[in-house]
DNA sequence: GGTGAAATTATTTGGGT
DNA sequence: ACCCAAATAATTTCACC
């Protein structure tokens, strides 16, 4: 079941917008008065830009960010996959049913897939790829620091 | 004022949380009342463990997810950078102050880096890489799909 | 897009299991 | 640790300008 039904408008978003998304992204849960203050409209005004953001499907959804550690994934791996001829769509499938896989896009060049990997322990890493070594060659880089963490691109 | 202070603590989560978390993860927006409703707790008690899930790091931010098309950023690619002898810290700095570089992790492997990088059209790359392959060797690949968008891990 | 009152919602408190 | 219920306080929503 894959979600993103808004077809993402092509939309014309303005400073205040953009000043909206900013602090939204850095904290979803700030009143929309403190929000209002912040892009210098009133709160109401500031409510139906959110909405509006949200029905444009430009606001995806609002979430929490958790820490994978808390979760006992101490570890994070990427794995390139490259499939052997004629496993491309089941590689991808089994990709999709392992929960571990938190992030996989399929690109252009010799690697089909590229994934993200949430790992309790380095034993585990086999048993996971276990499943996808089958259909495919893998080559896996164990993270070491994350420079840039997940952040917004430029609003600009 | 910066939050982020907690050193993500090694908590143990009960059933309560998981479910918690995951209603959290689906809509951060909805009323007490509701995720009350979801968990089976009371108002009370599921408000407090929220916030001891923020407090403790396992929470680090609520936040909205955003379309990055609705931003004209239309084409994605990931990017291995293998900075030549001695720029290895140079490349870091560079990377960190591109804002197009949404994501960066620092792995084990001959590529040091590995990046996603936001574009607004397919002229941005180079426009964007050139200030990285004075200092290191790349490797992009254009994201044509994404079989799983970036997920919860499993919760047990 | 603004204003101000009504309706929801969250928070706090006290007492109890 | 949790529940309940009530009081308080805040926020969102809904008229209308």
Same mark, same amino acid.
């Given at each position: 079941?894959?979600?993103?039904?808004?077809?993402?408008?092509?939309?014309?978003?303005?400073?205040?917008? #953009?000043?909206?998304?900013?602090?939204?992204?850095?904290?979803?849960?700030?009143?929309?008065?403190?929000?209002?203050?912040?892009?210098?409209?009133?709160?109401?005004?500031?409510?139906?830009?959110?909405?509006?953001?949200?029905?444009?499907?430009? =606001?995806?959804?609002?979430?929490?960010? =958790?820490?994978?550690?808390?979760?006992?994934?101490?570890?994070?791996?990427?794995?390139?996959?490259?499939?052997?001829?004629?496993?491309?769509?089941?590689?991808?499938?089994? =990709?999709? #049913?392992?929960?571990?896989?938190?992030?996989?896009?399929?690109?252009?060049?010799?690697?089909?897939? =590229?994934?993200?990997?949430?790992?309790?322990?380095?034993?585990?890493?086999?048993?996971?790829?276990?499943?996808?070594?089958? #259909?495919?060659?893998?080559?896996?880089?164990?993270?070491?620091?994350?420079?840039?963490?997940?952040?917004?691109?430029?609003?600009?």
């Amino acid at each position: 079941m894959t979600k993103r039904l808004a077809p993402a408008t092509p939309t014309t978003l303005d400073e205040t917008d #953009r000043a909206l998304l900013a602090a939204l992204a850095a904290d979803a849960r700030q009143p929309v008065s403190e929000l209002a203050r912040r892009v210098g409209l009133s709160a109401p005004s500031t409510a139906e830009r959110v909405r509006r953001l949200e029905a444009q499907g430009v =606001i995806e959804r609002f979430t929490v960010q =958790i820490d994978p550690r808390a979760l006992g994934f101490t570890l994070q791996a990427i794995v390139r996959v490259k499939p052997l001829p004629g496993q491309l769509h089941l590689v991808e499938d089994v =990709i999709r #049913r392992i929960p571990e896989f938190v992030e996989c896009d399929k690109v252009t060049g010799d690697d089909c897939f =590229i994934c993200r990997l949430y790992l309790h322990s380095i034993e585990q890493l086999d048993e996971i790829l276990s499943k996808v070594t089958e #259909r495919a060659e893998t080559s896996t880089a164990i993270v070491k620091s994350t420079p840039v963490a997940r952040r917004l691109p430029p609003l600009g």
